[in-house]
């Protein structure tokens, strides 16, 4: 650089780079997020029938994909450079429905909007008569609903149907009882709806709905249209018998979420099955291959951990799910991480028994340090490194 620039006037360099007459334009009425992973097939047929449907609305489309192998973001990005009005937001290391979901919405300005599936299984039409009443001003969001009169789940096999229902039963203790489809994928609401909620929401799992109408302080004020929930254009189902899981959990964490953080309530639970399994492994050594005592419990303990490891894995933290050599690079440091929480249970646990407490007590503080232990280090350790 010539030495003199370093004296060149800051505003200068600004005179040369903008134009004196850059358009401006402002930015849309409605954003549609599509939360997206591996559906690249889809994305063209949605794109075509957001912009027939929408005609000289002003609008754009969110596509928050998580790094999906088949390239959907890249896809999205193709189309982003022929059209202002789609958008991409990738995501590295992450998973989940709901929170990408949440981070779209935050990723935009428009005061209406709304969610819906890329696999086309909504019905798209239903979009602008969602607008029209909103702009209405006497509801705060609109909720295609399947269960609504006219509404219809389609060509649901009776597993899916019997899942549906009993999630929809859960749901009640949340959501008010009029709103027939809580589990909905596909509604529109004001941003004022979003503000008031993203501080709150668990944004765990499939059922963004449900976590927005618990989070909102207030009853929301909402309508709900009836549609056909067709079939999946293209590409492949992510719903699995996890998402029931996924499901409680959010519930759990809208109910005491506040007290016990709802990963810890679930590891706690796959520990406690991890006892089990303890002593079921310890049976059979003892009893089935008459090993030593102290055999066993070493080949139960390690049988305990790498099931607690694999399960917290698929469940506790399905959205940083390790895979490949990630999963075991990750059970190493479970295990570590474990064996030293396994040490400081021992050491609390006789402290407390040498103060004079019972048995009972003595445990009951071990286990309860262990398990903190075990938590808080295997989130950073064993999964907190996944980001990386
Ligand atoms: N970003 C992101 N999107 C996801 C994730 N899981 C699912 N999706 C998207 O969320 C939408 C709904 O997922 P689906 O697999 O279609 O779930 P579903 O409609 O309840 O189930 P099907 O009827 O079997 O299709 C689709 O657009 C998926 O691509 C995820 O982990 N991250
Ligand atoms: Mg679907």
Known sequence: ?????????????????????????????????VPTFNERENIAELIGRLVVCLGDRSWEVVFVDDDSPDGTADLVREHAVADSRVRCVQRIGRRGLSSACVEGMLATTAPYLAVIDSDLQHDERLLPQMLDILRQGDS????????????????????????????????????????TDPMSGFFMMRRSVLDGSVHRLSAIGFKILTDVFASFPQPLRFKELPYRFRVRRAGQSKL????????VML????????????????????GAMGVAVHFAVLTLCLQGLHSGFVAGQAVATLCAMTFNYAVNNVLTYRDMRLRG???????????????????????????VYGLGHGWFPSAFAGILVGAVWNYGVTMMLTWGRARK
């Open 240 to 247: 699995d018998s996890v998402t029931v899981w996924d499901y």
């Open 325 to 351: 050599l990630r999963w075991l690079r990750g059970w190493a440091s479970f295990v570590l991480a474990c064996s030293i929480g396994g040490i400081a249970n021992l050491g609390v646990a006789s402290t």
């Open 251 to 270: 519930l759990l964490d809208k109910m005491i979420g506040r007290w016990i953080p709802v990963r810890f309530l679930a590891f706690s639970i796959v």
């Open 1 to 33: 650089m010539n030495p003199a620039e370093h004296h060149r006037p800051l505003e200068t360099y600004f005179d040369n780079a903008i134009p004196t007459q850059a358009p401006v334009r402002s930015g849309p009425e409605l954003s549609i997020i």
């Open 140 to 179: 705060d969001i609109v909720v295609g609903s399947r269960y609504a009169p006219g509404g219809d789940i389609g060509d649901w096999d009776a597993r899916r149907a019997r899942m549906s229902r009993f999630a929809m039963r859960l749901s009640r203790v949340l959501v008010p009882a009029e709103l």
